[in-house]
């Protein structure tokens, strides 16, 4: 009876009484044998435009720029690269052109390589042999991720000491600087013309 009485309308009025089983009733009707009108207290709703004001409107964020295309130029996809040192070039293209306060991100199997900058071309070094990913994104000003290439797989080959002996074997200048040649392997000594 409660619930029906707060959803009445404001200008309704509301009595009430005491019935014969000693019940205490709420009616709509003033006729009712020494029904009692009952005060309402008022309304704590607010006008949806108070005092005439504009609403509000939702305060409206720039719409992401959209880039037609972003990719990886070099290295080629699934490239091997051979680096004793391990470095490597990146470089990346997007159409259209990097818009003003936007910056390229390039991203080592999930991870930044540097700050990001306006520069397509990247150098990285030091990058471990084995299987890696490169992607790059393009951030806004904002640092939010405008656009992303997909993961791109390159395999890094880094030549050891080891490696590296057993492509130039022992010749005449290094050997006995180098303890893994064995006397077998010795070259001939030329012929010195003095000698002869």
């Known amino acids: 009876m409660v619930a029906c009485l707060i959803s009445l309308p404001a200008m309704a009025e509301v009595f009430t009484y005491i019935d014969a089983q000693g019940n205490r009733v709420f009616t709509d009707q003033p006729g009712t044998r020494n029904a009692k009108r009952v005060p309402l207290a008022t309304s704590n709703r607010m006008s949806a435009n108070p005092s ?26 699934d490239a091997t690269i051979r680096s004793t040192a391990g470095e490597l070039i990146v470089s990346v293209t997007s159409e259209p052109g990097l818009q003003q306060g936007h910056r390229y991100r390039l991203l080592l199997d999930g991870q930044p390589t540097a700050e990001p900058g306006p520069s397509p071309v990247f150098a990285l070094s030091n990058i471990d042999r084995g299987s890696h990913h490169l992607s790059v994104e393009i951030l806004d000003e904002q640092g939010r991720t405008v656009e992303r290439t997909a993961n791109q797989p390159f395999h890094m080959q880094r030549i050891s000491l080891a490696q590296k002996r057993q492509v130039k074997p022992c010749i005449l200048t290094d050997y006995g600087q180098r303890p893994e040649c064995p006397l077998k392997d010795k070259p001939e000594e030329e012929q010195s013309f003095f000698w002869r």
């Not at 004001?53 to 290295?75: C, E, I, Q, S």
Request: charged fraction near 20%; charge should be positive.
């Open 52 to 77: 005439g004001a504009a609403p509000m409107t939702a305060t409206k964020t720039k719409p992401l720029f959209h880039y037609d295309m972003l990719r990886v130029l070099v290295p080629d996809p």
